[in-house]
């Protein structure tokens, strides 16, 4: 599927006033995300999929750093700024983001967007993510289980078994991974290498 087809997927799916369908479980879900990445402040924070802007705000207001939220549907992203005006929302694709942004990241969030990708786009963002992320830069995933066919085509299984290979990189090191969270999830909480730690 090219960027642009990719995009109208998002874009049709997201006009949804909920797309998600079940918020109260989604905030229970980003409350312990924030509780696991709030262990260090950080200078920069990029949210993969901000969707409507929810855990955008959280975010903003839990005081970690600065954040940059993004997301690949305009109709999103729209919806975001409309709500919370004062965060930095960005329309964008995530296999862009060498180009979106020519800064590094101390935490990348992606939450229920790695899926989506096919495995040969998810090598080459795992490269960018490496190159966008500052030593001890941490990475975070939440990847849907599922047998099942994503928006975009791609099964959720096969995706999920291939981010796990990426996440064993040995340039990463684990700070936590759930293989499942109970929210039918798997979440994966990685941070950078530095020459000379020991891995775990």
């Not at 729209?78 to 862009?96: I, L, N």
């Not at 001890?136 to 981010?163: M, P, Q, W, Y």
């Amino acid at each position: 599927m090219d960027r642009r087809g990719y995009a109208e997927v998002f874009d049709s799916f997201q006009a949804k006033e909920d797309p998600w369908g079940n918020p109260s479980s989604r905030r229970s879900m980003f409350k312990a995300l924030l509780s696991w990445v709030a262990t260090r402040r950080y200078k920069r924070i990029l949210e993969v999929g901000c969707s409507g802007g929810y855990f955008t705000d959280m975010l903003v207001k839990a005081d970690l750093g600065r954040v940059w939220a993004l997301d690949v549907s305009t109709v999103a992203v729209e919806r975001a700024r409309s709500r919370y005006p004062s965060h930095t929302f960005v329309v964008g694709d995530v296999r862009d983001i060498k180009e979106l942004f020519d800064f590094s990241f101390d935490l990348i969030l992606c939450m229920d967007v790695l899926y989506y990708l096919t495995t040969a786009d998810l090598d080459e963002l795992f490269e960018a993510f490496m190159d966008r992320l500052t030593p001890k830069g941490r990475l975070l995933a939440v990847l849907h289980l599922d047998d099942s066919t994503s928006l975009t085509g791609t099964n959720f299984t096969t995706i999920n078994e291939h981010c796990k290979s990426l996440f064993g990189d040995p340039r990463f090191k684990k700070v936590c991974m759930w293989p499942d969270t109970g929210w039918g999830k798997a979440v994966y909480f990685v941070e950078m290498q530095e020459i000379g730690d020991d891995e775990v």
